[in-house]
């Protein structure tokens, strides 16, 4: 069910737009090919609204917790949430008051509050779904990760070129062998 991450490393892959909803979604060309949705457009906007009705929160804290929650599978850019979170303090879902050096702290309002009420059932079903996939988190953050390392292992030694034929019959019987050992379990 993983399916989109971003870390600090050379994999990362910095999101989507905010109106979009998040990660976990569409099309290829992630590091994870993408087989489904975790957050449907507008689901990434009520769980950040639902984790600040559990208490006031930075941005950052969000994203953190977020990766957390998902098992450290998937995290938000902070060009998806910090544009989220205007959103919201637009709508007057959320006040924003300023902390330590420019850091914003982000609480829910009444109206916020209703507006979760509102979306009881749709906020349920993304924390069931962000809990299945957070308790598989272990095992599939690391596969995930493995075939991160693969595909870029692989981009960089194709990228570098003057491979012999020896050598692309090596990689390509190592990469068979991986896939068959794979079905297998």
Known sequence: MF??????????????????????????GDRHGRRGRMFQHGDLRLLILAMIAEAPRHGYEIIREIE????????????????????LEELGHVTAQATEGNKRQYTITPEGSAHLAENAATVDAIMARIADAGGSGDYSARI???????RFA?????????????????????????ALEIERS
Not at 144 to 150: G, P, T
């Open 144 to 150: 995930m990760r493995a075939m991160a390392n693969l």
């Open 3 to 28: 399916m989109h991450n971003h870390h600090r490393g050379r994999f990362g892959h910095h999101g989507h737009g905010p109106g979009h909803g998040g990660g976990f979604g569409g099309g290829g």
């Open 68 to 87: 957390s929650r998902l098992g450290g599978a998937y995290a938000p850019s902070p060009g998806v949430v910090y544009p989220t979170l205007t959103m």
């Open 154 to 178: 692989l981009k960089l030694r194709v990228g570098r070129g003057g491979l012999e034929e020896d050598q692309a019959t090596r990689i390509a019987a190592a990469l068979d062998a991986a």
